[in-house]
Every structure is written in C-alpha cells, then in structure tokens.
C-alpha cells in the first residue's frame, strides 16, 4: 500500500520539522515570553502564512495536483510540464500583486488581524504594538510570494512520487528562525530587536525554500520554465476549479484571522493562543498533513484509472491511520495540558501566569485534534473528483459559527472560548463532509474501520489514565532548566506510549500484520 510508505516518509520528515518548530516556539518562549512585543511578532507572522494557505494550500491542492496529474496520464510529461509553466507564471503575477498591495497598505491592512494591538502601549518605551507588527509584517511579507512558488513546485514533486524533499523543506524554516534567536539571544539584543531578526530570518528561509524545491524539480527531469502569464485553457480551468477551493482555504483562514484580531483585545491573549496553537499542531502537522498530501494524488490516480473500490479502500485506511495516531495525541493534549506547557515553556520571560493562561486554550484545542487532522483526510477526496465547490461551502458554514460562537464565548468565559469555538466548528465540517461522502456512496466504512475505532478510543483512554497519575508525582520535578525539563517529558510522553501501543496491541486496535502487508504491496 503506497499510502502508508507516503505518509511514513511525509510524517517523518514533517515530525523533524515539527519538533524543530517546537524547539523554535520554546526558544520564542525563552526570549519574548507572553508581551507587547510577542503579541505584535505572532500578528505579523500570521499575515503572510494566512495568505499563504490561501494561494498555496487552498488553490492549489484543490486544483492543480489533480489537473496536473490528469496531464501526466493523459498527454505525458512534457504537457503536463508545460502546464505547471503556465501556471508558475499566473501563480507569480497574482500573488506578487498582493504582496505589493500590502507592502504599500500595510499601516492599514494590518488592522484585520490586529485590530486590538493599537489599545495598549509599551510603558517603557511607549510604542504602540501596531507600530511593532507593521514593521514586522512588511519584512515578512515576501515569505508569502516565495512560499506560494515552492508550494507549486511541491505539488509536482508530490504528484510524481517524490515527496521526500517536499516534506522537508519546512526544515528550513525552522533552522533559520532557531539561528536567529541563539544569535539574538547570546549578543544580548532587545525583545524588539530579537523580533526584527526573527521577521528577517523568516523571509530569507522562504528564498531557500523556494530555491530548494525547484532544484529537487530539476533533478526529478521536471522542465518548469517562468513565462509570460496568458489566459490560457488549461490555466482557465485551474482558476475554475482553484478559485473555490481558495475561497474554501480563505473562508477557513480569514476565519483564524478574526479570531486572532478578537484575541488581540485582551493584552497578551493572542500570544498565549499561539502558543496553545503551536502545541496541538504537532500531530495535525505529522499526521493530518503528511495523510492529505499523499492521499490526494493516490486518490486522483485511482480515480483516473476508474479504480472508484480502490479509493474507498484507501479513503477508509488513511481514517483508520489518522485515528489510530491522532486520537491518542488528543487524549494526552486533554488531561494534562500544564504538565506539558510548564515542562516545554516556563522559562525566562515565560512565567507561571502565562502557562496557566495557555493551559486553558490547549485543552480547548485538544479535543478538536482528530477534527483537524480528519478534515485533511476527508477533503482530498473530493478535491480528487475536482469538486472544490463543496468543501467551499461546508468551510463557510464552519467559519460563521467559529465567528459567531467565538464572540459570544470571548465575552462569556474568556479567550479560550476562541479555541473551543474553533473546536466546535471543525467537527461541524467534519461531519457535513462526511455525510455528502455517505450520501454520494464516495466513502463506505468497511468493518475493518468500524470494528477498530472503538478500539482505539479504548486504548487511548487507557493511556490517558495513565498520563495523569504518571504526571502527577513528576510536576514537582519541573525546574526550568531545558535538559531536565525535557529529559521528563520525554520519560512520561514515552511511557504513555508504550502504554499506548501495548494497550492497542491488547484489545486488537491494530495488527502487525498489517503493518507489514502494507509495506510489502508498496
């Protein structure tokens, strides 16, 4: 089963990438804390990665992989190369006219995502957090132009079975901004000035990044070729079937966007969301991604080749894996949520006020995760049969009720009611999505999926249990000092795991079996 080897090669690169970014965060942590200065960072930051998953994300893993492999099958490489050339080139000229459009109104774009940051001032110096985030946003701006070209050039490779370079160049990203901080951080600079080199550090990843993928095209014998944007067929039908998957995509993230303008009212809120926010992407990032990125072409291709039992099969195995790893990772995100905030973030500028604060946004986002992680799985497949109107609408749904819910539960119990109100709307999605599958007879759940669900929710709270009474003794060992810290995280994460997989093996969640048949076919 080449899903399976897909998503171990994509998931592993992707969990390197992520653990690197945990590291990132901590060192964040570390240095800006929970602040004026954090708050302005993480707004800036959001800007151009929001626009990003719009352009990149949205369009294109809704549009072009599919389109792009049709060509591949239908009319060979070397139209289907052709194609990609075209649009790079339509790709290029859209979002470098809004890269510019917000480099010229950023003093005023800004105010959709920070439209709180401008109520409080640095007693200190007396600068307005506004100020801060504008000049941030404007340095990192250009990521999202550079991004969206190595998201395309992606999205050959994937398309091609190549999805190890993919997969890490995120890596990248990580290692720039890790540079920038231990940099920053043993010269001595200024939270501010720390977040001009971090603002700096992420745009020049985005050339490398960029720069990488197309050498992997290269060497893959892709021919990709900048050329003059034209209106032509085959770009004509990317915009149809792009456009309303990046309003879905866009619909989704503006929707996050609101939230973290919301959250900007209370001083310092944003901050401990993104921190909260950071945590839970950890396994959406391994899992959820790692499984959409190499569903979609397994998918498109069965589809192609009229194999519609094939797809079904691999539609039910890819919710069998997410389940089977996400739902554990939601379990322990839920019942301990301090243990893990303290022991990876309190330290210098990050006190126990701000753990206790992020605490309670974590939890919220806990029970969301298999949500998350499902609607990465779940959208590919209609995005395989180019339907992007239908996910597009369902996104829509989702976005009001997160907008609506989040307001009212803001006012009421608080900023984590931005978090639950973002749970609540992706399992609404979760489950509209699934029933146009049922009802289209896309998705059948075969027994295998039904017998192990149970299964593994059995196993997972027999994990969490444990977590609670191993982390309970363990909290008071926490000390600040990064290699203890982690050294016991790591002790109780990894006994929860064993735990875990011996509790899985036990009530037959899974079968080695399994595991090795997959890999065989592969």
């Not at 999926?449 to 027999?462: C, E, G, H, T």
Request: charge should be positive; proline fraction near 4%.
């Amino acid at each position: 089963m080449r899903l399976l080897k897909s998503t171990a090669i994509i998931g592993s690169l992707t969990l390197v990438s992520r653990l690197l970014g945990l590291v990132r965060e901590v060192l964040i942590a570390r240095f800006l804390g929970a602040g004026i200065v954090s708050d302005a960072f993480f707004t800036a930051f959001k800007l151009p990665n929001v626009f990003r998953r719009m352009f990149a994300e949205g369009a294109f893993n809704a549009a072009f992989v599919p389109l792009y492999a049709r060509r591949i099958e239908e009319e060979g490489e070397e139209s289907a190369d052709a194609f990609a050339s075209e649009a790079m080139a339509a790709l290029f000229f859209a979002v470098a006219i809004v890269v510019i459009l917000f480099e010229l109104t950023m003093p005023w774009s800004l105010s959709l995502i920070g439209y709180g940051l401008d109520k409080a001032i640095d007693p200190v110096s007396g600068i307005s957090p506004y100020y801060l985030a504008v000049i941030y946003a404007q340095i990192t701006m250009p990521y999202l132009l550079f991004m969206s070209l190595a998201a395309l050039f992606s999205g050959v490779l994937n398309t091609r079975n190549h999805f190890a370079l993919a997969a890490a160049i995120p890596i990248l990203l990580n290692l720039f901004m890790i540079s920038a901080l231990l940099m920053a951080g043993l010269a001595g600079w200024s939270q501010k000035s720390i977040a001009y080199g971090l603002a700096l550090a992420v745009s020049l990843s985005g050339v490398v990044q960029m720069l990488t993928v197309l050498w992997g095209c290269r060497k893959a014998g892709v021919k990709i070729g900048l050329k003059r944007p034209r209106l032509t067929p085959g770009v004509k039908r990317l915009v149809i079937l792009g456009v309303p998957g990046m309003i879905s995509a866009g619909i989704t993230q503006i929707n996050l966007l609101i939230s973290h303008s919301i959250a900007t009212m209370q001083q310092s809120a944003a901050s401990w969301l993104t921190y909260a926010d950071r945590l839970y992407q950890l396994p959406l990032g391994m899992i959820g991604i790692a499984m959409g990125i190499a569903l979609l072409p397994a998918l498109s291709r069965r589809l192609r080749a009229g194999d519609t039992d094939g797809a079904k099969q691999s539609l039910n195995r890819a919710i069998e894996i997410a389940a089977f790893l996400t739902i554990p990772a939601a379990f322990a995100l839920a019942v301990i949520p301090e243990f893990l905030v303290g022991g990876l973030y309190q330290r210098g500028a990050f006190t126990a006020e701000t753990t206790a604060q992020v605490t309670k946004a974590l939890r919220m986002f806990a029970y969301g995760v298999p949500a998350f992680v499902l609607l990465k799985v779940l959208t590919p497949a209609f995005f395989a049969r180019e339907d992007t109107k239908t996910p597009m609408i369902y996104a829509g749904i989702s976005a009001l009720i997160n907008i609506g819910l989040g307001l009212y539960l803001f006012q009421s119990i608080g900023f984590q009611g931005l978090a639950l109100a973002t749970t609540v709307a992706a399992w609404t999605n979760v489950v509209c999505l699934t029933w146009i599958l049922l009802k289209d007879n896309s998705f059948v759940p075969d027994l295998r999926l039904l017998s192990r669900l149970p299964r593994i929710v059995l196993a997972s709270a027999v994990m969490a249990v444990a977590l609670i009474a191993i982390s309970a003794p363990m909290s008071s060992h926490l000390s600040g000092n990064f290699i203890k810290d982690f050294t016991i995280l790591g002790g109780v994460c990894g006994a929860g795991l064993v735990i875990y997989a011996a509790a899985a093996a036990l009530l037959r969640a899974f079968n080695m079996s399994d595991i090795r048949d997959a890999l065989k076919r592969s």
